[in-house]
């Protein structure tokens, strides 16, 4: 009887144990401030800041136009707050949110020219429990879309990648539509553009 009383208060304590969040594993290692530490361009390099170089890596170009502002590109990371209460499917979930800097585009005499550096605010929420690396696994709220602004109208989707529990970064991938020059003309070409954010 002993037994039976004390194999069933191991079991208690073991469920109520696995219910509370172990704050010294898994997701919960990436919680805290990050910034802005690189933008890479997958795709044909690009010359945004007109100095007739074409560079892949963006925070180069970036940090040569108006707007830019290194201090404000930051990004946390915490318990993301529960979008209804009333639902179910509700469940504990981590938010990725940050500011990411972004160029805008005019045209001129027939050419897409980037005048300035913009930034959107992004939050991946991600479920704690089916949380995955390296991949999608989060889903962008709010969503951002501007038929007026070149760049936020060709976005495809927004990605997050996490190496692994114990890095000290992680990147967002925005598929996008960015224009390179190439033999005198202008094309347009799609791919992912990179945001890494460092602690």
Request: aromatic fraction near 14%; glycine fraction near 6%; include cysteine.
């Amino acid at each position: 009887m002993k037994r039976s009383i004390l194999i069933l208060i191991a079991a208690v304590l073991s469920a109520v144990a696995c219910e509370k969040p172990n704050k010294d594993s898994d997701i919960y290692n990436l919680y805290g401030n990050y910034k802005l530490s690189n933008i890479h361009w997958s795709g044909q390099a690009v010359n945004l800041n007109q100095d007739e170089l074409s560079y892949w890596d963006l925070l180069y170009e970036f940090k040569d136009i108006l707007g830019y502002c290194e201090q404000s590109y930051v990004a946390t990371v915490d318990d993301a707050m529960k979008l209804s209460e009333k639902d179910s499917f509700s469940g504990a979930e981590t938010a990725f949110s940050a500011i990411l800097p972004y160029p805008k585009f005019v045209v001129s005499e027939g050419k897409w020219v980037c005048t300035q550096i913009s930034s959107i605010g992004v939050t991946l929420r991600g479920d704690k429990e089916n949380f995955r690396l390296n991949g999608n696994t989060c889903f962008l709220y709010p969503k951002y879309f501007d038929e007026d602004d070149f760049f936020l109208a060709n976005i495809k989707d927004v990605s997050l990648f996490v190496e692994s529990f114990d890095s000290n970064s992680f990147k967002i991938g925005v598929r996008c539509t960015l224009p390179h020059d190439e033999n005198g003309a202008q094309e347009l070409n799609e791919n992912y553009l990179y945001y890494e954010f460092s602690r």
